[in-house]
């Protein structure tokens, strides 16, 4: 092989180099933002949760009432349990995913974030 083959040879061997370097960069910059909007929405979604947590009790607290006053039902009384059962297991699911969306992003920086 020639000297100037050999030569063209490396400076394209750099090239395709320069490329694939700058291709992971912008993919672990593409993945650690995507990871970063999944940390925030899961943030969000805790406090969603907490709220419809705190509207479920509050709705079980008013079934209740109206069932000793006379003016409810045992079965009003009963959906609302299901919906504070339901709410609890929401919230404690958006926590979770929380954490797991904490775990995601310090994989994708490469170290522990807290």
């Known amino acids: 092989m020639s000297r100037s083959l050999r030569l063209s040879q490396a400076r394209a061997d750099e090239q395709d180099a320069d490329e694939f370097a700058r291709a992971r960069r912008l ?48 079965l009003e009384v009963s959906d609302a349990q299901n919906s504070v059962q339901q709410a609890e297991g929401d919230y404690v699911n958006a926590v979770y995913d929380y954490h797991k969306a904490v775990a995601a992003l310090e994989a994708a920086v490469g170290r522990p974030l807290r």
């Open 27 to 74: 993919q672990v910059r593409s993945d650690v933002h995507a990871r970063y909007l999944g940390l925030q929405t899961s943030y969000q979604a805790i406090a969603v949760q907490a709220a419809n947590r705190q509207a479920a009790r509050d709705q079980l607290r008013l079934a209740q009432d109206r069932y000793r006053l006379g003016a409810g039902t045992s």
